[in-house]
Each structure stands twice: as structure tokens, then as C-alpha cells.
């Protein structure tokens, strides 16, 4: 799993650090949510985090953050942020 990790490495400490989470929390997540296999699930979860819905705030928050003219719900680094942003 730590090989697998390493693709996505750049992504969660961007993530991370935009967002000031914790790294370590981030790849728990990304660990224990898809082992680093991002795929769909049947319960509905995709990628990495195992994302099945984001609310807009999170969207929007992510958006700012990632300073893209589009948000692409398969890029592993925006779904990173989507991860990383709280929902509140």
C-alpha cells in the first residue's frame, strides 16, 4: 500500500497544507477509504476518498483553493481537495 501511496503523495500534502489538516490524517483516509486504489464502489463512493456527494460549499472552498478555471470530478488532486475541505 505505501508503494501505491506514493502517486498521490503531492496531491494530499497540497490538499493538506491548502486546508491546514493534518498529512497524516489525509492519507488515513485515502488508506482506509480505498488503499489506495482509487475506484468506484457499489455503495456509491469514488476515488480515493470515496467521495459520493460534495456538498457546494465544499466546492466552491476546493474551487478557490485550487485555482483552476474547472473543477473535474476525476482529477485525484481536486478530489485531494475535496477530501480535505470540512463540509461545515
Do not use: W
Not at 496531491?11 to 498529512?23: G, K, L, N, Q, T
Not at 455503495?43 to 460534495?54: A, H, M, V
Amino acid at each position: 500500500m505505501i508503494s501505491r501511496s506514493q502517486e498521490y503523495q503531492q496531491a494530499i500534502e497540497d490538499a493538506a497544507r491548502s486546508f491546514d489538516v493534518d498529512i497524516n490524517l489525509l492519507q488515513g483516509i485515502a488508506a482506509t477509504e480505498s488503499s489506495f486504489i482509487p475506484r468506484d464502489s457499489s455503495d456509491g463512493g469514488r476515488g480515493l476518498f470515496q467521495i459520493t456527494k460534495i456538498p457546494k460549499t465544499v466546492l466552491v472552498q476546493a474551487h478557490k483553493r485550487l485555482g483552476t478555471e474547472k473543477i473535474s470530478l476525476g482529477n485525484t488532486r481536486h478530489k485531494a481537495f475535496f477530501g480535505a475541505r470540512p463540509s461545515k
